[in-house]
């Protein structure tokens, strides 16, 4: 799964999950990849896309994504966060609703 989460008071969710959905259909239509939106915590949303095979098609594609001028090129830098995380991670984050306790996990296991 890849999740780009920020603060609801700096992005429009509708927005750039319509910028995802655009990209997702230009280059990657075969893969018929899954988006939803959901609420973490009182002021932070996020954006989950999903159905990846396995964890290196999902870090390519955060690579890719990442760096696609059309979605996050007119974003302040600093302003959402991207990150992969597995099936199993992704209910304790949930629980949690520590970012930034996961983004240290992540920089940790994932690269």
Do not use: C, H, W
């Not at 989950?48 to 696609?68: M, N, T």
């Not at 090129?73 to 990150?83: N, Y």
Request: proline fraction near 3%; avoid cysteine; charge should be negative.
């Amino acid at each position: 799964m890849i999740i780009v989460t920020f603060l609801q008071k700096d992005i429009n969710s509708i927005t750039l999950r319509t910028k995802l959905s655009d990209y997702n259909s230009q280059y990657y239509s075969l893969r018929q990849l899954k988006i939803a939106s959901q609420q973490l915590g009182k002021d932070r949303q996020m954006i989950v896309i999903e159905d990846f095979p396995d964890k290196s098609s999902g870090l390519d594609y955060a690579v890719a994504l990442k760096e696609d001028e059309t979605i996050f090129g007119s974003l302040t830098p600093g302003s959402f966060e991207l990150f992969v995380i597995s099936a199993n991670n992704y209910p304790r984050l949930l629980q949690e609703k520590d970012i930034e306790k996961y983004l240290s996990f992540y920089e940790l296991n994932y690269f």
